[in-house]
């Protein structure tokens, strides 16, 4: 008999190493895409350790090969490596199928859209990275979405005060 409230079995919830922050703040995410990352041993103990960092970091198609390659992202060498410890900023391959690609690449391909990835995290044991088909926000753009965060803010705060105080 199977205990109560308990998540059946399957795959595992996602372990958030690394986001993005600055890309959601400066893009709007058209769409999003879980794609494998292709990473040398040392590479997976750093991420996994939480030392990854996404800024600045940019994914594009390879026009000759039809592969997608992760630029930018930071992850330092391990520190207890050997002479064959990896390269921080070097490019890495995406893992996604054929026409999850060709998606991507027609997407960014069409004017003012960019592959950005929004963060990294592991699933199943294995690094994944979410891409965001993504679009540049204006100035106004940006203020705005300051001022909606503040309101929601504001009102969430006066509603706990007017529960704290009524109860």
């Known amino acids: 008999?199977?205990?109560?409230?308990?998540?059946?079995?399957?795959?595992?919830?996602?372990?958030?190493?690394?986001?993005?922050r600055k890309a959601l703040h400066d893009y709007e995410v058209l769409q999003r895409v879980e794609a494998g990352i292709a990473l040398c041993g040392t590479e997976v103990k750093v991420v996994r350790a939480g030392h990854a960092g996404l800024t600045g970091a940019y994914a594009s198609v390879d026009k000759n090969t039809g592969e997608i390659w992760l630029c930018g992202v930071n992850i330092p060498p391990y520190g207890y490596g050997n002479i064959f410890n990896h390269e921080s900023l070097r490019a890495r391959k995406l893992l996604l199928h054929r026409r999850e690609i060709l998606k991507l690449r027609a997407h960014e391909e069409r004017k003012g859209c960019t592959l950005v990835p929004l963060s990294l995290y592991l699933k199943g044991g294995r690094v994944k990275c979410e891409l965001g088909v993504c679009r540049g926000k204006s100035d106004v753009d940006k203020r705005e979405t300051i001022k909606r965060r503040e309101s929601d803010r504001d009102a969430r705060r006066a509603v706990a005060e007017r529960l704290g105080r009524g109860g």
Not at 1 to 20: D, E, I, L, Y
């Open 1 to 20: 008999m199977p205990a109560v409230g308990k998540p059946q079995s399957g795959g595992s919830a996602p372990h958030f190493v690394s986001r993005n």
